[in-house]
DNA sequence: CCTGAAACCTGTCTGC
DNA sequence: TGCAGACAGGTTTCAG
């Protein structure tokens, strides 16, 4: 589920409750269970983590780039939900826990925190250094830092092409694979063209259709997938990615799809030059 | 230093 | 029906 419009979906929730259940403010946690001992990234065990965290109360949930960013009194909970990672908040007596749910936190009111994943790609730190985690990303493509002028700086004399820097977190922080090839077929430019040849209008367009796909990402709740994550529309907005063989919206010729650094890639041939 | 590929996991779908 | 292989929203690690 995870780029960056499904997380912040989930962190707004989180905030004001919606889509995965109540909300968590205020709620104060009583212990963590831990049922893969790879999906908790802590200095110790899980019993110890859970007695680190107890009487904790949780003051703030937030967003930088595709980590969820859970603050109380003392320590920090980051959240990266990888592939198919997911969180809910719901009352303990909603029932038994689910398959594939791999730690929960417990609060003294009754209620829960769950992180689900199936493919135990997520990661839980439980950590008072969220700097240590976070630092090697980039800017926040809907920051004020993120202009066509820093992005005509940041490709100039890049040799890789421009859908794996859109890719590469340390660049832009929060683009996946879904809203590379959608903002790129936006502004019209191929996921294979050398980043470093961009013009300055081209970099213009690209920045302009990156903030545009995904603030409209965000207003539909992201983008929801069969088997994970459920309420978002924006998989009914789709221009190019999963369409192969579709014709594209804009000029009628059908979408193909290539593999580019090891992703499905999919673009409009015509439009896309 | 840079780049591309493999690895990490499980589930689903497709084609033979 | 069965089974091998491809593929999936991401990131880290390793080899060249």
């Known amino acids: 589920m995870p780029e960056l419009p499904e997380v912040e979906t989930v962190v707004r929730s989180l905030r004001t ?3 995965t259940g109540e909300p968590i403010l205020d709620r104060q946690i009583r212990s963590v269970d831990c049922f893969n001992s790879k999906t908790l990234v802590f200095d110790g065990d899980a019993e110890q983590c859970s007695r680190t965290l107890c009487g904790q109360h949780i003051l703030s949930a937030d967003r930088r780039a595709k980590y969820i960013r859970i603050g109380t009194e003392n320590y920090w909970i980051l959240i990266h ?6 969180l809910r908040c719901e009352a303990e007596t909603a029932g038994e826990l689910r398959p594939h749910d791999r730690l929960v936190f417990h609060f003294t009111d009754g209620m829960r925190l769950v992180f689900n994943d199936v493919r135990k790609f997520g990661r839980v730190w439980v950590t008072d250094d969220p700097e240590s985690a976070l630092s090697g990303l980039g800017v926040e493509p809907l920051g004020d830092e993120f202009t066509a002028e820093w992005l005509m700086e940041r490709l100039t004399g890049q040799r890789r092409v421009i859908k794996t ?6 660049v832009i922080a929060g683009i996946g694979n879904i809203y590379a090839d959608e ?3 936006d502004a019209g430019i191929l996921p294979t063209r050398p980043a470093g040849s961009l013009s300055p209008e081209e970099c213009g367009r690209l920045r302009d259709s990156i903030r545009k796909t995904l603030t409209h990402a965000i207003e539909q709740n992201g983008s929801s997938f069969d088997w994970a994550y459920k309420g978002g529309h924006f998989q009914n907005e789709f221009r190019v990615y999963q369409r192969k063989g579709e014709l594209c919206p804009v000029c009628g010729t059908p979408i193909e799809r290539i593999v580019v650094g090891q992703r499905g890639t999919h673009f409009c041939p015509k439009c896309q030059h």
């Open 183 to 185: 903002s790129l077929f």
């Open 81 to 86: 939900l990888r592939m198919s990672g997911d």
């Open 165 to 170: 820097v859109l890719l590469d977190q340390s």
């Open 17 to 19: 409750g919606g889509m």
